[in-house]
């Protein structure tokens, strides 16, 4: 439990997924996975590539795929604020928001596990101090017995061999999914990284500085004949920009728009806008990623707009924007647990 900023000795990088599931601003969730593989498959066999031109860009796009396949977010505590906005039929704007101080229990490789969300705020407005300490004292309660649950787990088997050789991650991409139900039926739309490098077509259009460091910017657009899940089929709708830090070659950023002719406005309208992917109009889809001072990479900020493209996603009509920060790393320390059969008196 670390609610006392409590440190132990022994650290592991490996693969992790996140899913945030805002079903409103007033419901998250956090599970996650940590891996048994110490360099990730997607990583396997991988060597630096030049960023001089011309650049192998499909080699490239591997490369950032890799960097962002780590499990970091094991090893922190953070706070996540989990804003909803929704349109009625007036066009009118309500909006909600939670923030949450997120802790994350000790997990041993190959297992799987949830965060633990502990509400500080809701609108703004601080959980009264009582109602918080008895929120802090039960979430140390949860934690102890999620990674005693953890520590008693049988581990996934690794997917990699332990002398593979290969990159190791230095940031980590989120599987965020925004979830709807309503009359028994149930939608969402998942917005993930790793799926745009890996369906889409990209092309570079510029060098600029970001935060003081080189970036590349790609234009994106979907491969042809790409595949996609249920809750990813829009991502066949959008165009936008990906951009890839120069020096770590992970994605930082990913912005996109309706291509052509998903609409703006509510859902009894099915006009083409014509929105072009640079265009003013505000973003379908967005992440940004932040470098923390040692040099890994964690997410800033995610969203699934559904609120202003209310035919885009499968039923998804309400804006999720999810912020990250205060980010604070503790060492981890996992010990097999061994169930000896009682002693007979």
Not at 297 to 304: A, F, N, S, T
């Amino acid at each position: 439990m670390r609610l006392n900023n409590r440190v132990s000795l022994y650290t592991l990088t490996l693969l992790m997924f996140l899913c945030c599931e805002p079903l409103s601003a007033q419901k998250a969730s956090v599970s996650l996975t940590k891996s048994a593989s110490r360099i990730p498959k997607s990583c396997e066999g991988l060597v630096p590539i030049s960023i001089e031109d011309p650049i192998d860009v499909p080699a490239l796009m591997k490369e950032a795929y890799c960097k962002g396949a780590g499990d970091m977010l094991t090893e922190y505590t953070y706070v996540m604020t989990s804003v909803g906005r929704s349109k009625n039929k007036k066009r009118q704007t309500n909006s909600e928001s939670t923030t949450y101080e997120v802790f994350i229990p000790v997990l041993k490789s190959g297992t799987r596990g949830k965060g633990i969300l502990v509400v500080t705020s809701r609108d703004g407005v601080p959980v009264p101090a009582g109602e918080l300490e008895n929120a802090k004292l039960e979430a140390g309660k949860r934690l102890e017995k999620a990674e005693e649950k953890s520590a008693k787990q049988k581990p996934s088997a690794p997917e990699t061999a332990p002398d593979v050789k290969g990159m190791s991650p230095i940031g980590m991409y989120t599987s965020t999914t925004s979830k709807h139900s309503r009359f028994g039926r149930s939608s969402s739309a998942t917005l993930a990284i790793h799926t745009f490098l890996k369906t889409c077509e990209l092309t570079l259009t510029r060098r600029e500085q970001h935060e003081a460091r080189e970036t590349l910017v790609f234009n994106f657009t979907p491969r042809p004949g790409a595949q996609f899940a249920d809750d990813e089929k829009y991502i066949a709708q959008l165009a936008g920009e990906i951009w890839i830090d120069a020096q770590d070659h992970i994605a930082t950023r990913l912005v996109g728009r309706p291509a052509f002719s998903a609409t703006i406005a509510g859902p009894a309208q099915s006009i083409p806008t014509a929105i072009q992917p640079s265009g003013d109009a505000p973003p379908a889809v967005y992440v940004e990623m932040m470098r923390l001072p040692e040099g890994i990479w964690l997410p800033r900020i995610i969203r699934i707009n559904g609120a202003d493209y209310q035919q885009l996603f499968d039923g998804i009509t309400a804006d999720s924007i999810s912020t990250f920060s205060n980010y604070k790393r503790f060492l981890t320390e996992i010990k097999e647990v061994q169930i000896n059969s009682p002693i007979k008196p």
